[in-house]
């Protein structure tokens, strides 16, 4: 039997979930593990809460907890999230449990006994009054690139560079506001660049790895890789185990991914089995794209330095923003799940955080779209297919599968479509397109509408008594096939229509049960047909159409939240309309692009203007790649004084969304819009 390990990014353990950690991870992992349980692959999904790191033990200290009071709240919160959700993980564990400590305690010993991790002497920040050293979040100041205020000891979020906190210009420590001076330190590293030649060879033939992924880890390995630091002065985490290393701990992504490892060896040690043989046959890792770095360049290193079988692909999904604008918790400009399951069925999140837009890409969740694809594709077409088809067959046969009638051209395409359904779906979920699957299943839906409503079975049992049977008969056939293939998606839903027609279900919540892991609904059984004499039973439509009121009211509470971050802001930053008619804005079309080595969200590039090609740097890395963007028309603004970013000139700037979408044009390049 095939095996399968499938990994979730692992959830960090500061907060409950909200809509975009389903969307990017969650919802199309499970529907990857019930598609392969369906097909007979003995198949595990393992995640685990990310427990460690300086955010944790920094706001632990700020709130008098210690870091573990802080993670056992929401440890169980996530978990809560999750199940509700119909994610049917085998394991979820937590980074804190000692057999993970064991598995990272092992997995950095043979690194470093094989030689990939040396001891280097570095520069870091200590503060006086807390008698500590200072890694990353415990220190704010100003980027010594971009200038922007309150940049953390390991990123500024203007700018997007990495930083080391001994660059941060008047650093202060976040504890006590202290002033920390340097001082030498030794620490941890992996010999990253070691791997450079093989990680490319695995990226470039590894032909599962979707585009976005393949394209971006080739942008960080042409860039040349650097060392890896390993370790931090700190308490919380796990200790390095060697000697000469008190009062270190594991770096958290020198440990985190390791806990798909130790969850599976938990679940496996809990039921007799060895979690080796589901990761020597086929591991896949479902992640946000904003660890794809560390899933495509850390952690393929890590492997190979321990001769582990690398992943069979790394799927990152796309950031989800909200209204439009860049989701943030901070702000409260957020829809967390628990929030959102109070008002709504699980399965209609489900829906429209995949029909909205292919995974790889970036999208939006808004209430007045979610309202109308769930109104007029759930309810009013596939609903509405369905519910007539259970109707009339309880009206006009007795609530039996009618015999089939006679055949003519309509309804042998109809049956064609019903028969071809099952492999193309199968196709897009083994592929990982799984909008391309649901939209398939819609589209089916949409077309048996338009069947029913030409056979008119009303009609037909007066009048073409066998025209009404065929209608119905091959109507039922599409339901119950509809009830195999939507299994995966829209499990709830899934199990109400099976119930219906009298077919074995499966228990839904498979969140942490054994003994739901073995289907009853396989798929292949989404090309067999039910028999005349059927039993179908009376029933209730399957979805409620969503009130104008209901959205109304999440709208209102969510932009209340935007009011009461705003109502305090500067009036002085008005501008007048005279001083906005200055701003020039131009069509122009991108012709090269390029990454900017040292930041994750800059990129350089080359926009055709009509008289001139114009060199403008955009924070917009991480929502495109720099293959994307060739040929798209842009906006430019087009007279703005020269600006050095990361050492690079930029002449102008490209407008986007908060969530860094591109505005675009079909004017003509170099056209001036008014």
């Not at 573990?68 to 394991?91: P, Q």
């Not at 997007?160 to 001076?181: A, F, W, Y």
Request: hydrophobic share 35%; net charge negative; glycine share 6%.
């Amino acid at each position: 039997m095939d095996r399968l390990f499938i990994s979730c990014a692992l959830p960090y353990a500061n907060g409950p979930c909200h809509l975009g950690h389903l969307r990017s991870t969650y919802i199309p992992a499970d529907i990857y593990a019930r598609f392969n349980r369906m097909c007979g692959v003995d198949t595990i999904m393992v995640c685990a809460s990310d427990e460690h790191g300086t955010p944790i033990a920094v706001r632990a200290e700020q709130e008098g907890k210690s870091p573990k009071d802080i993670t056992d709240v929401y440890h169980k919160l996530i978990g809560e999230d999750l199940e509700a959700c119909n994610i049917s993980l085998d394991s979820y564990r937590r980074t804190t449990d000692e057999i993970h400590y064991d598995f990272a305690q092992e997995f950095f010993l043979d690194l470093y006994d094989k030689g990939f991790i040396y001891k280097q002497e570095i520069e870091q920040l200590y503060c006086d009054s807390c008698k500590r050293s200072l890694p990353d979040r415990y220190v704010e100041g100003t980027c010594p690139h971009c200038g922007g205020d309150n940049a953390r000891g390991d990123q500024c979020e203007v700018c997007g560079r990495h930083l080391d906190p001994v660059e941060l210009v008047e650093p202060h420590c976040l504890i006590c506001d202290g002033i920390p001076h340097v001082q030498k330190s030794e620490q941890y590293y992996f010999k990253l660049h070691e791997f450079q030649d093989s990680l490319s060879d695995w990226i470039e033939s590894n032909e599962h790895l979707p585009s976005n992924v393949r394209n971006f880890a080739r942008q960080w390995i042409k860039e040349g890789l650097k060392d890896w630091i390993m370790s931090r002065d700190m308490q919380w985490g796990v200790p390095i185990p060697l000697d000469d290393a008190e009062g270190k701990v594991l770096y958290v992504w020198g440990e985190a991914f390791i806990g798909y490892m130790s969850s599976a060896a938990t679940w496996a040690n809990m039921h007799g089995l060895d979690w080796m043989d589901y990761w020597n046959d086929k591991v896949v890792h479902f992640i946000g794209k904003d660890i794809v770095y560390h899933h495509t360049i850390f952690w393929p290193s890590m492997l190979m330095g321990r001769n582990f079988k690398l992943p069979f692909s790394v799927i990152g999904g796309g950031y989800l923003s909200l209204e439009g604008r860049k989701m943030s918790t901070s702000k409260g400009w957020v829809i967390w799940v628990k929030d959102f399951l109070d008002k709504f069925d699980s399965d209609l999140l489900r829906y429209y955080m995949i029909i909205n837009a292919p995974l790889s890409k970036d999208t939006d969740f808004s209430w007045d779209d979610f309202q109308r694809r769930i109104n007029n594709e759930l309810t009013d077409s596939f609903g509405n297919f369905v519910h007539r088809t259970f109707t009339f067959t309880n009206k006009f046969f007795d609530g039996v599968v009618p015999e089939r009638g006679s055949f003519d051209d309509v309804d042998r395409e109809f049956e064609d479509l019903i028969k071809s359904l099952p492999s193309k779906v199968a196709d897009d979920i083994d592929s990982f397109k799984f909008r391309s699957g649901l939209q398939e299943i819609m589209s089916v839906a949409k077309e048996a509408n338009k069947y029913f409503n030409d056979k008119k079975p009303w009609k037909a049992v007066k009048e073409d008594f066998e025209s009404a049977k065929t209608c119905l008969y091959l109507s039922n056939q599409l339901v119950h096939t509809l009830s195999v293939v939507l299994t995966p998606y829209l499990p709830v839903t899934a199990q109400k229509i099976r119930k219906i027609i009298g077919m074995p279900v499966d228990d839904v919540d498979g969140f942490m049960k054994f003994e739901n892991r073995t289907p009853k609904v396989f798929w292949d059984e989404a090309s067999e047909f039910l028999e005349a004499g059927h039993p179908i039973a009376k029933a209730k439509p399957l979805f409620k159409k969503i009130e104008d009121d209901v959205i109304e009211e999440e709208k209102e509470k969510l932009y209340k939240t935007l009011e009461e971050d705003t109502e305090d802001d500067d009036m002085s930053d008005l501008i007048s309309i005279d001083e906005f008619a200055k701003v020039k804005l131009v069509v122009g079309q991108i012709k090269e692009a390029e990454r900017i080595e040292g930041s994750d969200k800059l990129l350089k590039v080359q926009v055709d203007l009509g008289d001139e090609i114009r060199q403008v740097v955009a924070g917009i890395a991480t929502r495109y790649s720099a293959d994307e963007l060739i040929d798209r028309k842009v906006i430019v603004v087009a007279n703005l004084q020269p600006a050095k970013l990361f050492g690079t000139e930029s002449n102008g700037m490209l407008l986007a969304t908060d969530s860094m979408e591109l505005l675009t044009t079909d004017g003509k390049v170099g056209e001036q819009i008014k």
